[in-house]
């Protein structure tokens, strides 16, 4: 089924793209949300004449990518991790680590976006953290992972009390 896209969709397209889908796709998702109106000569008639509005829309994105992209490539996030005397982390850091620290900063960046070498972070050490833009355009973010070593406030090999 032929459909012109009302927003952006994740995976598929942008405002005023015209697709072909899967019927059901259009029936049961995009047409009841109003992500997108079936394909007709009006509703092309009504895009053309929103065009201009269009591409002035894809063209700010297209600038807030590349301003977010050479701030995002200034920046180093550091993170302080609990972690072993081998380096090796408790837990580990993932996209949504890094989302959040971004977060903090100032940066609202959806975790999926961020791609992490491996999935997770593991270990101490210097990393390049990519994250997708707007189109095809990527950032590369340094990461630095720190480790503490946590003092432990009770032993660690505490017996436990005998029953009798």
Do not use: Q, W
């Not at 201009?52 to 550091?78: G, M, Q």
């Not at 593991?122 to 992972?145: H, P």
């Amino acid at each position: 089924m032929k459909v012109i896209l009302n927003h952006d969709v994740p995976n598929l397209g942008e405002l005023g793209d015209v697709k072909d889908v899967a019927s059901g796709y259009a029936r049961n998702y995009l047409l009841p949300r109003g992500l997108a109106f079936p394909y007709s000569p009006a509703v092309v008639a009504m895009f053309a004449s929103r065009k201009a509005e269009i591409e002035t829309k894809r063209a700010e994105k297209r600038l807030n990518s590349s301003s977010l992209k050479t701030r995002l490539e200034a920046e180093e996030l550091i993170l302080d991790m609990p972690a072993g005397p081998n380096g090796k982390l408790f837990g580990g850091v993932s996209n949504a680590t890094i989302a959040d620290e971004l977060l903090k900063k100032g940066y609202e960046i959806d975790r999926k976006k961020i791609e992490v070498p491996g999935r997770v972070i593991k270990s101490v050490g210097n990393y390049k953290i990519t994250i997708k833009l707007y189109e095809k355009e990527e950032a590369v973010l340094k990461l630095v992972v720190k480790g503490h070593v946590e003092k432990s406030r009770e032993p660690a090999h505490k017996e436990a009390p005998k029953r009798h």
